[in-house]
């Protein structure tokens, strides 16, 4: 199953420092395999260095292809977590 | 034949086969791998992942609990960056299609990555590239199965040559087997200078491209009076090398007959003579080459090679060897001077700019109390064995000492508590490196015992230049007419205060400066132990009252050049006088 999604980046840190590691680590949850598309570039949404070296910064719109069994279940998490302008809840602010 | 000029950092002569080690920087080899090699090859690469892992994870829970979480939690980004799928990936991928060994696509990935990360403009992205490479080190350093550690099996005599030597490298290198050192980079106070002194081996270091200039086995020479290295000499030169070498152990045996003399000029003055040492295990040396004290025992040994921090009773004993083989003799210890080139690789500091100018030494032991107490605690402790000195370093102004006093009175106050004896009377005193503490030693003096001035730092500081990089190691000057004045000043405020001042930088083995330093009013003096002799001699062969007019007269010159001329012709003169 392929499931796409077009999101903008509200975050006012971005999609880079402590943000990006925690959407790697819910894309790592999952099976299927997350792509982050910013323009003509594309990365390994399970892979920190490739999501910090897309450089999206609040207001950027990103494409979310997720494919795989759990797609839809890793889409709506990743998508909660892009939308939401808090850091992960379990961690504090970031350095 | 070649000669390749560097620094002279150690003295001596000596003659042997090179030991090329890679350099910090590693050169990785490129090597083509068979077809029905390259699971072998992707099985290596998952080993060293995996051990890359586990030393981490080790490294993150021990900071973890001694120092912070947060400190911890470095590693936890270090683990996100080795677990990477696209890095993990892509060098897998890379592998089958070029069929190139591991350690090389591993490289050029990891470089692709810090390439992008330094052309995003985000500072926190930036910061991440030592984070990467810290990483890509670790794994790197498995793939190549630690070579470095190859330095403890030497069997051999050999001459080392490599980029530059950590402490951690001159730790575990087999004493007896290795004759000699020569360095790519590095000054005459780089941590290699200072080593391969108190080894007691010649050294060359600054030398560029000594490492890829030498291959393992050629014969070298290494002539650390010159600054010299001599690779592949020709029979004749072979020959008048080992003549030299015949007359400068000749020189040294002249030497010894000093060994049992006190340091004391012709009129009289006697100046405390003291060896450097960085190691509990050069105790010994200094007792043989005649030195009256210890006038700067560095602790930092106790942090390298490790993962943990010294607890109190390691250090107490570290501390009690040395104070107790030194019988009544001196020993000036010096607090953790940890940080730019020195510090504890694995507390992972923040990286910074100006390490020289940035969170080290006093500082650093004041922010952390927790870790600065434990090693007061100790001092204290092992005071009660022998003859004791302390003293703090990078004082920039007596603020600092007051603080450090006080955390230092609540150590004396839980000893008390737990009935453990140590020196009530143990002498306390300032390095003297930076300038601002220099100019206000007025101020500093009613909180301290004693001054020792630290030239190298005072030097860097005092002329601004980094004395690592060697473009502009012309600029860094001892003779500087600033230095001069800052060593007087220092010296005077001292005596007005009646506290005595002692010097313990590099400077203070440079014979050439012992007649100024003596006529400046010096009243201890403290190099390796291997200059010892030399030093005295110089001292026994002067009298204090023609010193001072010596003192005098080389601060109205100008340059440090004038200065340096003027001294050498007087050392030239005091050695003919005193045969």
Same mark, same amino acid.
């Given at each position: 199953?392929?499931?796409?999604? *077009? ?21 790592? *949850? ?6 982050? *598309? ?58 | ?284 040396? !200094? ?44 020993? !000036? ?196 132990? !291997? ?49």
């Amino acid at each position: 199953m392929i499931v796409k999604k *077009r999101i903008k980046i509200i975050n006012p840190q971005g999609l880079h420092a402590r943000p990006a590691s925690v959407f790697v680590k819910i894309a790592n *949850r999952y099976e299927s395999e997350v792509t982050v *598309r910013k323009g003509s570039e594309a990365v390994n949404g399970k892979s920190i260095m490739g999501l910090m070296t897309l450089a999206a910064n609040q207001g950027s719109v990103l494409e979310l292809e997720v494919s795989g069994p759990d797609a839809e279940k890793a889409m709506a998490e990743l998508e909660q977590f892009l939308s939401s302008d808090t850091e992960d809840p379990a961690k504090g602010g970031a350095k | 034949m070649k000669v390749l000029k560097g620094i002279a950092a150690s003295p001596g002569i000596v003659i042997g086969k090179a030991y090329v080690l890679d350099s910090e920087e590693m050169s990785i080899p490129q090597r083509s791998i068979p077809a029905a090699a390259i699971p072998k090859e992707i099985t290596r690469f998952q080993d060293a992942l995996t051990q890359t892992r586990a030393e981490i994870q080790t490294i993150r829970d021990k900071i973890s609990k001694e120092i912070s979480k947060e400190h911890g939690d470095i590693f936890n980004a270090h683990l996100m960056v080795l677990e990477d799928r696209a890095i993990i990936e892509e060098v897998m991928e890379r592998i089958k299609k070029e069929k190139l060994n591991t350690e090389h696509i591993f490289s050029q990935v990891l470089k692709k990555y810090v390439q992008a990360f330094l052309k995003i403009d985000d500072e926190y992205l930036r910061e991440r590239v030592s984070d990467i490479n810290d990483v890509g080190r670790r794994v790197i350093r498995h793939l190549l199965g630690d070579q470095r550690s190859t330095l403890s099996e030497i069997k051999e005599k050999v001459i080392v040559i490599a980029y530059d030597l950590a402490p951690s490298d001159t730790a575990v290198m087999h004493r007896k087997n290795v004759i000699g050192f020569a360095t790519d980079i590095g000054g005459r106070t780089s941590h290699t200078a200072i080593m391969a002194k108190s080894l007691e081996i010649p050294a060359v270091v600054g030398l560029e491209n000594a490492t890829r200039q030498i291959r393992m086995g050629d014969t070298v020479v290494v002539d650390g009076i010159q600054g010299i290295l001599v690779v592949n000499p020709t029979p004749a030169e072979l020959t008048k090398y080992k003549q030299d070498q015949a007359r400068y152990v000749d020189f040294n045996k002249s030497l010894q007959r000093f060994k049992d003399l006190p340091c004391v000029t012709k009129d009289g003055r006697n100046i405390e003579l003291a060896a450097n040492i960085e190691l509990p295990e050069e105790t010994p040396a !200094v007792l043989s080459h005649g030195a009256d004290g210890i006038g700067l025992y560095r602790t930092e040994f106790l942090y390298m090679n490790r993962d943990d921090l010294p607890n109190e009773d390691e250090q107490f004993l570290a501390y009690k060897k040395v104070v107790t083989a030194m019988g009544q003799k001196p020993v !000036v210890i010096r607090t953790f001077d940890l940080g730019g080139d020195k510090f504890l690789s694995h507390l992972e500091m923040p990286h910074e700019m100006n390490p020289f100018l940035g969170w080290r030494a006093i500082r650093f032991c004041l922010a952390s109390p927790h870790i600065f107490k434990v090693q007061l605690r100790a001092i204290l402790r092992a005071s009660a064995f022998g003859k004791l000195r302390m003293m703090y370093p990078m004082i920039s102004g007596v603020s600092e000492v007051k603080q450090a006093n006080k955390l230092l009175e609540e150590a004396k106050t839980e000893l008390r508590a737990k009935k453990t004896a140590f020196d009530e009377n143990m002498e306390v005193g300032a390095m003297i490196e930076i300038p601002s503490a220099a100019l206000t030693c007025d101020i500093i003096a009613s909180e301290v015992d004693f001054f020792s001035i630290g030239t190298n730092d005072l030097i860097q500081y005092a002329v601004a230049v980094d004395r690592i990089n060697e473009r502009i190691a012309y600029l860094y000057e001892p003779a500087h007419p600033a230095v001069l004045r800052l060593l007087k000043t220092v010296i005077d405020a001292g005596h007005s205060k009646k506290l005595w001042v002692g010097i313990c930088g590099e400077m203070s083995g440079d014979p050439i400066f012992t007649p100024v330093l003596v006529g400046l009013g010096m009243d201890e003096i403290s190099t390796s132990p !291997v200059m010892v002799p030399e030093i005295k001699k110089i001292v026994r062969s002067i009298t204090y009252a023609e010193a001072q007019e010596l003192a005098k007269y080389v601060l109205t010159l100008n340059t440090g050049v004038e200065v340096v001329n003027f001294l050498k012709l007087k050392y030239q003169q005091i050695l003919k006088s005193s045969k």
